[in-house]
């Protein structure tokens, strides 16, 4: 009862305190909500809205259910998730966060995941859009295509590390309904893999029972509602930065993250990359890629560790989205900043072996104007995630099948 007396006292105090600020500094919260506004509306509302919207399609329909079983095999002795993660982890890596924690959350909502396997799940889902690690990041910030190879190997490959890591997080559990639902029917001896996939798309389909018309209505809502709350967490994350740098707070912070930079041997002149990265992710990427005087080896870990950090303004957005369910933060939190960790240490391993090799594809990548929203959606971002969305799923699928047919081998060998 203590803690949580003190917890909304130091809400309190602290809510106060910001309010005082933007009343002393009125005119750059100003600016910094509206740039907030401009970067929700600009970058965010395209790229996440129409995912929001056909996630829960998807999921009304029985097609998250249809690849889950057919990857099954695959993730449940990888990730111990059941195999309807690995739909989440494909759509999770091609349209960025918060996409794959929203969807975790609706997985939750509906028992085809429990606590712990939900945990596992949005630790390692949680990532960037390719297309802005391609077009903002690489392309508009750092200005060299080139660097989008070796920060996509190290930013996804680390998440997949992380999933490997987060398998061994909590206890064997009672199981869920997704354990049900492969136990209905009949046997898998008896009936082949791609039977039982169709068998579990129709069941969730008889379940969720709405009409399509109904469906999609409370899907465009339900996406509305979800962008809407991003972008008011990314205006308020941007009026704090603001206000603190203008308070001369964030210059104290500076210091601090410069003396730990250098005892660590890294360049010191990083250490705005590292503070604007820990709160937001365009932030600290943009300061990343305009830092002077350094090598770029450290510039691009750096921002791979920002990348993969994410910044608190999309912790902000999770928290958002996994309100509604026992999903804690503590263990994604701890998940991203090992993903960070392991993100700029791969960039740094592997610069000299694949700089020169993966420089080759990227450098013909084409510079995508971010401040033409619209034309990049249609033109980059939609194209991408769905060519994205579908070699991760045929590589997923394969592995599955891998697995699957190993399963059988074993079986038939002790039999």
């Keep these: 009862m203590r803690a949580v007396s003190l917890s909304l006292l130091l809400a309190s105090l602290t809510a106060a305190a910001l309010a005082c600020m933007i009343l002393v500094y ?3 919260s100003l600016q ?7 970067i929700w509306w600009d970058v965010l509302f395209p790229a996440l809205f129409p995912f929001f919207v056909i996630s829960e399609l998807m999921l009304g329909i029985g097609i998250v259910h249809f690849f889950g079983m057919l990857l099954d095999p695959m993730m449940r002795p990888l990730f111990r998730i059941p195999g309807i993660g690995g739909f989440v982890m494909a759509l999770g890596f091609a349209s960025g966060y918060p996409v794959g924690a929203r969807m975790t959350a609706q997985l939750y909502e509906q028992r085809l995941v429990n606590r712990e396997e939900g945990e596992r799940l949005v630790a390692f889902t949680t990532s960037s859009d390719p297309i802005f690690l ?4 690489a392309v ?10 070796i920060l996509a190997v190290a930013h996804y490959g680390s998440a997949i590390l992380v999933g490997f890591l987060m398998r061994f997080h909590g206890r064997r559990s009672a199981g869920n309904d997704w354990h049900q639902l492969q136990n209905e029917g009949t046997a898998p001896r008896r009936h082949g893999i791609w039977k039982q996939a169709f068998e579990a798309m129709h069941q969730a389909r008889l379940k969720d029972g709405r009409p399509l018309g109904v469906m999609a209505a409370q899907s465009l809502s339900s996406g ?51 503070v604007n990265g820990f709160f937001e992710v365009t932030l600290g990427a943009k300061a990343a890629g305009s830092a002077a005087g350094i090598p770029l080896v450290y510039q ?11 910044g608190l303004s999309v912790h902000a957005q999770i928290v958002s989205v996994l309100h509604r369910t026992p999903l804690r933060y503590v263990p994604f939190a701890a998940a991203r900043l090992i993903h960070g960790l392991l993100a700029a240490s791969l960039v740094l391993l592997l610069w000299e072996p694949l700089a020169s090799r993966l420089g080759v594809i990227p450098a013909t990548a084409p510079v995508i104007d971010m401040s033409r929203p619209v034309a990049a959606w249609v033109h980059h971002t939609m194209p991408q995630a769905l060519w994205l969305l579908t070699g991760t799923l045929v590589a997923l699928l394969l592995l599955s099948a891998c697995f699957y047919f190993f399963r059988l081998c074993m079986n038939r060998i002790r039999t």
């Design 224 to 274: 509305l509602q979800m962008s809407f709350v991003i972008g008011g967490l990314v205006v308020f994350f941007s009026v704090v930065m603001e206000i603190m740098s203008s308070a001369g707070v964030m210059a104290y912070i500076y210091a601090g993250i410069q003396a730990v930079l250098h005892g660590a041997g890294l360049p010191a002149a990083l250490a705005p990359a590292v």
């Design 26 to 28: 009125p005119e750059p």
């Design 140 to 149: 508009g910030f750092f200005h060299n295509a080139a660097l989008a190879g």
């Design 300 to 310: 691009a870990a750096i921002a791979a560790w920002v990348l993969s950090w994410g």
């Design 32 to 38: 910094a909500s509206l740039k907030g506004i401009s």
């Design 134 to 137: 391609i077009g903002a990041v």
